[in-house]
């Protein structure tokens, strides 16, 4: 059986690991979730602390990533936010509701204090670190990893990356395991 993801933002800010994680969607070993505001967040940052990108790129790949994996935004998940109230962190609360809206099981997120454990389990959800998220597919299915890792290579061009190449970008982007993992 499929289990639901949410993304947070902050993991799909990062180009490499934002195409891993679409393309672990688009393998079906997750169904990956996500809203408007998280994807305002995340090209919104992109656009503040990157003004030399291309914003109409920038556009389209938010339409690619929406296109590429079916069913992806979660709507209508604001009169749950009064259930997380109590959260760390504000600014968060949108994540958990949109989670608890979409029955997921999984926030994938680098900010796991803003995601506090007695929050969550009690709706069987919990938070996890990109790179755990990432090890977790990896034991359940190490195939469909290295085929989007491949397919990761392939499709850059500018400039061309090989397996190598994407597999330092992802450690670079803090997730040492899962870099490791895909090497052997």
């Known amino acids: 059986m499929v289990f639901t993801v949410i993304y947070d933002a902050n993991v799909l800010y990062p180009s490499t690991l934002r195409d891993l994680l679409v393309r672990v969607a688009q393998s079906g070993l997750i169904h990956a979730r996500w809203t408007d505001a998280?994807?305002?967040e995340t090209f919104g940052n992109l656009k503040a602390n990157r003004p030399?990108?291309?914003v109409s790129k920038l556009d389209r790949t938010r339409k690619l990533m929406c296109n590429a994996?079916?069913?992806c935004l979660v709507t209508k998940?604001?009169?749950l936010e009064q259930v997380f109230a109590e959260s760390p962190d504000a600014g968060d609360i949108h994540v958990m509701a949109a989670a608890l809206k979409a029955q997921a099981q999984v926030i994938v997120t680098r900010n796991l204090k803003h995601f506090p454990a007695e929050l969550l389990e009690p709706w069987g959800m919990e938070a996890k670190h990109p790179d755990d998220f990432l090890m977790d597919q990896f034991y359940l299915d190490a195939v469909e990893l290295h085929i989007a890792v491949r397919g990761m290579s392939e499709a850059l061009r500018n400039p061309p990356l090989d397996v190598n190449d994407v597999l330092k970008r992802l450690e670079s982007d803090g997730l040492p395991q899962i870099s490791a993992a895909l090497r052997r």
Do not use: G, R, S, W
């Open 38 to 40: 998280i994807l305002d």
């Open 52 to 54: 030399y990108l291309d």
């Open 69 to 71: 994996v079916p069913d």
């Open 77 to 79: 998940y604001e009169p």
